[in-house]
Structures are given as C-alpha cells and as structure tokens.
Nanobody, 123 residues
Framework: EVQLVESGGGLVQAGGSLRLSCAAS????????IGWFRQAPGKEREGVSCIDSSDGDTYYTDSVKGRFTISSDNAKNTVYLQMNSLKPEDTAVYYC????????????????WGQGTQVTVSS
C-alpha cells in the first residue's frame, strides 16, 4: 500500500524555523519524485518545492527560494522540507505528494498524497 505521512508542522513565530518530514512507504524515492504543496484558507493549492532523487533535480517556487531547502534520505525513504525565516504568509496546510519534478517546476502529480500538516506562523 502506498502511503505518505507528513509530520513536523506547528506554531512558530515569524523568523523561526520548522522542518517538515514526508515518510513514504509502499514505494521508494527512486520510483517517484516528491513534492511539497501548501494551501492556505481561501486560497488555491500552491506547489512549493519538489525533489527527484533519481537525478537530483530540485525546484522551489519563487516565494520560498533562499528560505526553504528540500532534501531526501533514501535510507529512511523520507523527504524533508527545512523552512527558515518563516513569514506569516507561509501559514498553510502543507502536503507532500508523489510528483513529476523538474528543475523548473512540478510538472505533474500522481494520486498519492499525505494527510497534511498545519504550519502556522505568527507575526
């Protein structure tokens, strides 16, 4: 059974940091790239970042470049999103999903999603 489980969300003050984890089971990180998405109340879902462990491609949306870092640990079958210098506008539910990832965009999504983890950044 394919499963993605996010963890690491929480409440943090502006300027703080959080590290999100996405633990995959039922497939390996060589099978699928992993992307992070977020959705704030009343807003559309936004692709934040992705990583393809098979070729090393990574992508970041402009608003998080220089603040967020995506990485993967193939031994643990887990992808991380290190979020630094957090801003109130980063507040959202963050989801990980199996995706098609290039170095310029998340180009497609598979129907494998986690349940989401809430990130709240206070001002």
């Amino acid at each position: 059974e394919v499963q993605l489980v996010e963890s690491g969300g929480g409440l943090v003050q502006a300027g703080g940091s959080l590290r999100l984890s996405c633990a995959a089971s039922g497939f390996t990180l060589d099978d699928f790239a992993i992307g992070w998405f977020r959705q704030a109340p009343g807003k559309e879902r936004e692709g934040v970042s992705c990583i393809d462990s098979s070729d090393g491609d990574t992508y970041y949306t402009d608003s998080v470049k220089g603040r967020f870092t995506i990485s993967s640990d193939n031994a643990k079958n887990t992808v991380y999103l290190q979020m630094n210098s957090l801003k109130p506008e980063d507040t959202a539910v963050y989801y990980c999903a199996a995706v098609l990832c290039s170095d310029s965009d998340i180009v497609g999504e598979y129907d494998y999603w986690g349940q989401g983890t809430q990130v709240t950044v206070s001002s």
